[in-house]
């Protein structure tokens, strides 16, 4: 299967890029090569790096950025390590970075890598197959408390303790191996009136998969970094897809744009902590109606972004 991801929010990413021709840039979540494409037909001097965890990711990205030669390295990598794997080229500070954190279509449409509740497969879930645990694991392995608040906290599963109590008692039978037992074991869990919207595994699923791939912790460890690399002016653009990103991500951006931990009635900071830079976003980009009709998987999508300042 081709791999394929429909870059949502392109046109506005690379809009709040602001794009340099002799600029620095990063994807740390490169996919299919969408937002990276708009940003080196960008360039003339500059150079992009584009990173990503997955290998079917790297080898499509690759082949559609070809064309621009040496103006693009790719990396297979977590994003996590971007400063360090650019550090060790000898690239300390870049103009603009990208985060698209959506699951790429061919993710969820290759039915073997078990990300869909759509197709009968492997739980796997994982974006990086170099890794070793699988969701297999984390569903047969976890405890029915560790499963209860993970899908509680990471799939905002009002039935979370059924869905986990249900997992538990149907492995004691024998291991759950595939997408299709969970979604009968999630089925049951869930009142049959409260079944009408939306698919019943969908948020199970999403957990599953966060916790499998270390998502939200990635995210946390990384914005800080991200931020102390960018040149002065460079931007950082960060497509969000649920509620919890989204959350850390306008947290992070808050901080770093006012980081003084002085308390309120104090007439001068004395903690010594600067601003880094400026919250482009007060409120985040929206998918316009278009992209909406023509890209179901974009409704969701929130894009935030940050600007590097020094303080004067």
């Known amino acids: 299967m081709e791999f394929c991801h429909y870059s ?18 990063a994807d740390g979540t490169l996919g299919g090569g969408g937002h990276a494409y708009e940003v080196c037909s960008r360039l003339t001097t500059g150079h ?4 990503d965890q997955d290998d079917a990711a790297i080898e499509a990205a690759g082949k559609r950025l070809g064309l621009f030669g040496g103006k693009v390295t790719i990396l297979r990598d977590n994003y996590c390590n971007m400063r360090a794997a650019l550090a060790r080229m000898g690239v300390e ?29 492997p739980l796997d879930m994982r974006m990086d197959r170099r890794q070793t645990t699988t969701a297999r694991d984390i569903v047969n392995g976890y405890s ?34 595939t997408t299709f037992e969970l979604n009968e074991i999630i089925k049951a869990s869930i009142p049959a009136k409260m079944r009408r919207d939306g698919h019943p595994s969908k948020q199970t699923f999403q957990a599953i998969r966060i916790e499998c791939n270390h998502e939200l912790e990635v995210l946390k460890d990384s914005l800080d970094d991200f931020i102390e690399m960018l040149n002065e002016g460079g ?8 509620s919890l990103e989204d959350r850390i991500v306008k947290t992070a951006f808050k901080r770093n744009e006012n ?42 999508a929130k894009l935030r972004v940050f600007e590097r300042r020094e303080p004067f």
């Open 144 to 177: 029915e408390n560790e499963l209860y608040r993970l899908i509680r906290d990471y799939g905002e599963d009002r039935f979370a303790k059924n869905i986990a109590k249900h997992i538990v008692m149907a492995r004691a039978d024998k291991p759950i191996e």
């Open 93 to 121: 500070k870049v103009d603009g970075i990208v985060l698209d954190l959506g699951v790429s279509s061919y993710q969820l449409d290759e039915s073997e890598r078990g990300f869909s509740y759509r197709f009968d497969a």
């Open 8 to 25: 949502v929010l392109l046109a506005e990413t690379i809009e709040q890029l602001h794009v340099k021709p002799e600029g620095i840039y």
């Open 259 to 300: 980081p003084c931990t002085c308390p309120p009635e104090f007439p001068v900071c004395v903690c010594g902590k600067r601003s880094k830079g400026k919250v482009i976003t007060t409120k985040p980009i929206l998918p316009k109606e278009r992209e909406l009709e023509e890209n179901s998987r974009s409704k969701s």
């Open 48 to 51: 992009f790096y584009g990173i």
């Open 235 to 242: 931007r950082l653009c960060i497509i969000t897809f649920h």
